[in-house]
């Protein structure tokens, strides 16, 4: 396509259900983030894949996180068990090259998620 | 990890104005990349000026030019002539092996 697709855009759950935010990077790029971005904050670091492997999972807040880039394009963020504090904008970015290089992320327009 | 830190959570400039807004990080990495971007309340993250680590001439992009200061771990964004469509959130970004940003500066310009 020609940007990045997040699906869907909006996501109310209740407290305690699975959600799965899909992204649809631009064909091709090799590197996706995926950030969580509460209410006037600044997006947050969840996780970094290059192509399949996932290379840097350190920004997943707990263990109900889950992440995943089967064949290198479309990626699914995973939430179990959802609370609260998980209610924010999701925003997806892929890049043509893999990081530190000087290539733009062009990011989705990001999953609003709810957790009521 | 890296860190990047906004220190200036909202600016307000006059339309025709000139604006900085301040960006600090902080890293042990040599090369890295650095980014503002602009998030107007559709969410899209847009890119406005991108500058390399290694390269000293500061970028420019029309009426956005950045101060670099790699000694200082300094990166401002200046605005010139600043107009109502610049009105948002503007986010700096460090990219060296992964990539992260700061708390953001809520900008609104004043006709």
């Known amino acids: 396509g020609a940007g990045v697709s997040q699906s869907p855009r909006y996501k109310v759950a209740k407290r305690g259900q699975d959600v799965a935010l899909r992204c649809d990077p631009i064909?091709?790029?090799?590197?996706l983030f995926w950030y969580q971005q509460a209410l006037g904050q600044g997006p947050e670091f969840l996780t970094y894949f290059q192509n399949e492997a996932q290379l840097d999972k350190s920004g997943l807040p707990s263990d109900r996180f889950f992440a995943e880039r089967p064949e290198g394009s479309v990626s699914t963020l995973k939430i179990q068990r959802t609370q609260q504090e998980d209610s924010a904008v999701y925003l997806c970015?892929?890049?043509?090259?893999?990081?530190?290089?000087?290539?733009?992320?062009?990011f989705g327009q990001g999953t609003r998620l709810t957790v009521v | 990890a890296q860190t990047v830190t906004q220190s200036q959570p909202e600016m307000s400039v006059q339309e025709a104005e000139t604006v900085t807004l301040s960006c600090t990080y902080d890293?042990?990495?040599?090369?890295?990349?650095l980014f503002w971007y602009k998030q107007p309340p559709s969410r899209q993250m847009i890119l406005v000026i991108r500058?390399?680590?290694?390269?000293?001439q500061n970028a420019t992009e029309n009426r956005f030019s950045v101060n670099f200061q790699k000694a200082a771990k300094s990166f401002s964004l200046k605005i010139s002539d600043s107009q109502l469509g610049d009105a948002a959130m503007y986010f700096c970004?460090?990219?060296?092996?992964?990539?992260?940003f700061g708390a953001g500066t809520r900008l609104t310009v004043k006709p």
């Open positions: 970004a460090y990219r060296g092996n992964d990539m992260r």
């Open positions: 500058q390399e680590a290694y390269k000293q």
């Open positions: 890293t042990s990495e040599s090369d890295y990349y």
């Open positions: 970015a892929s890049s043509l090259a893999p990081a530190g290089r000087n290539t733009e992320a062009f």
């Open positions: 064909s091709g790029h090799v590197s």
